[in-house]
């Protein structure tokens, strides 16, 4: 683990990776961190907006959906769900899904958390009222995190929304 982080801050400080990216990256090392067997897990704050259950899904922005699908298709298995190249496609990966967005720049355009009892115009308000300024989308609730990175909220693991 100690490894891999310092490999993410090399290629962040050689120009490899944007400081989000590099973000993402040790976010998503601790995510997978916390759902191992016998990881000691930090007190949960006393009040939170939402209580997150688990990373749902990952959207990213591609200069070439279907390179990308392929990709994702040949070295890690995942099976189309929706393909609307060349605009995007959606990739399921196990419980989660990928979706991938044509940009003609790459980056990371949202994720998304699992959270208990989600209810978008419930999500709206709590967010609201914690100074944030949420965006809803048909049921779809986003806000962006302290450094811009786009969240979305949704109520079950691997929920498949349809079309975006």
Same mark, same amino acid.
């Given at each position: 683990?100690i490894?891999f982080?310092?490999? #993410?801050?090399?290629s962040?400080a050689?120009g &490899?990776l =944007?400081?989000?990216?590099?973000? @993402?990256?040790v976010? %998503? !090392?601790?995510?997978?961190?916390l759902?191992?067997?016998? #990881?000691?897990?930090?007190?949960?704050p006393? &009040?939170? =907006?939402f209580r997150?259950?688990? @990373?749902?899904?990952l %959207? !990213?922005r591609?200069?070439?959906?279907?390179r990308?699908?392929?990709?994702?298709?040949?070295?890690l298995?995942?099976s189309?769900?929706?393909?609307?190249?060349?605009?995007n496609?959606? !990739?399921?990966?196990g419980?989660h899904?990928?979706g991938?967005?044509?940009?003609?720049?790459?980056?990371?355009?949202h994720?998304?958390?699992?959270?208990?009892?989600?209810?978008?115009?419930?999500?709206?308000?709590?967010?609201?009222?914690?100074?944030?300024?949420?965006?809803?989308q048909?049921?779809?609730?986003y806000f962006?995190?302290?450094?811009?990175?786009?969240?979305?909220?949704?109520?079950?693991?691997?929920?498949?929304?349809?079309?975006?």
């Amino acid at each position: 683990m100690i490894d891999f982080v310092e490999n #993410v801050l090399d290629s962040y400080a050689s120009g &490899r990776l =944007t400081r989000r990216e590099a973000a @993402l990256r040790v976010l %998503g !090392l601790g995510l997978t961190a916390l759902g191992g067997a016998g #990881v000691v897990r930090a007190a949960e704050p006393a &009040r939170s =907006t939402f209580r997150a259950t688990g @990373l749902n899904h990952l %959207g !990213l922005r591609v200069t070439d959906v279907k390179r990308s699908r392929d990709f994702y298709v040949e070295h890690l298995g995942m099976s189309v769900i929706q393909d609307n190249t060349p605009g995007n496609c959606f !990739l399921r990966s196990g419980e989660h899904y990928l979706g991938l967005f044509r940009s003609s720049t790459p980056a990371v355009d949202h994720y998304c958390y699992t959270v208990d009892g989600y209810d978008a115009d419930d999500a709206m308000a709590r967010l609201r009222t914690a100074g944030l300024s949420p965006r809803r989308q048909e049921d779809r609730v986003y806000f962006d995190d302290p450094d811009g990175l786009e969240v979305q909220l949704d109520s079950r693991f691997g929920s498949w929304p349809g079309p975006r």
